[in-house]
């Protein structure tokens, strides 16, 4: 099974500042999807932002960006001008494009500081 | 469209007793999954189905079992409630492979 690592369990951003998290993964495929989710205290998952492993333009969605590095097998997640909106659980997950099932990292807590 | 829907939202179980997650999607997907989430910890692939009357195992399926008569419908029996099973479970669902995977609000169970 893939590995995703989320090394930051927590961070700390103050409003309308910019915070990164850090994603890094194990696989030996070379096709394969990769996401950030957000899951707010209401529990539900919500897609930030996908990305293409074939694609080498990094995704951007809004105030949201990556930073993907395929040889290092990195995928960090930009959030700027942070908002207190933005106060959640992250999770990076990946899929082989040959499977179906996702594989998560353990999350990263974003708080907002106002 | 309302999405993938999960009922109930919490539920309170003895151990041994058993129950019935349901979920259903009205985006005409043909791929359903169901996950768990531990405390502090990401979201682990329990089945997944890739069309009505095709189930298959996820990462960590004892204990559960699934059936999909319908494309709509993917319910998670629970049989002989353990501690163990004691989790959030999420139901998710995607038009096909490549897709994104669009989940359901969840289901906190605790089994005491």
């Known amino acids: 099974a893939q590995t995703v690592t989320q090394s930051q369990p927590e961070m700390s951003v103050q409003e309308a500042e910019t915070v990164t998290l850090s994603c890094t993964y194990d696989t030996s495929e070379s096709d394969y999807y990769l996401f950030w989710y957000k899951q707010p205290p209401s529990r539900q998952m919500i897609l930030v932002i996908r990305?293409?492993?074939?694609?080498?333009q990094n995704a951007t969605e809004n105030r949201f960006s990556v930073n993907f590095q395929k040889a290092a097998k990195s995928f960090s997640l930009k959030i700027s001008d942070s908002q207190l909106g933005d106060a959640a659980m992250y999770f990076c997950a990946y899929r082989s494009a040959s499977d179906y099932k996702l594989s998560f990292g353990a999350g990263t807590t974003v708080t907002v500081r106002a | 469209n309302a999405g993938v829907t999960q009922t109930p939202k919490f539920r309170i179980l003895k151990i041994g007793q058993s129950m019935t997650l349901q979920c259903a999607q009205d985006m005409n997907h043909n791929y359903m999954y169901w996950y768990r989430q531990d405390p502090g910890m990401g979201l682990k692939l329990i089945y997944y189905s890739v069309g009505a009357g095709i189930t298959d195992k996820g990462e960590v399926p004892n204990g559960y079992n699934v059936s999909r008569s319908t494309t709509e419908d993917f319910p998670l029996r629970l049989e002989l409630a353990a501690p163990s099973q004691t989790s959030v479970y999420f139901c998710?669902?995607?038009?096909?492979?490549?897709?994104?995977?669009?989940f359901g609000p969840g289901t906190r169970l605790t089994v005491l």
């Open positions: 990305q293409e492993a074939y694609k080498q």
């Open positions: 998710a669902s995607s038009y096909g492979p490549p897709d994104t995977q669009y």
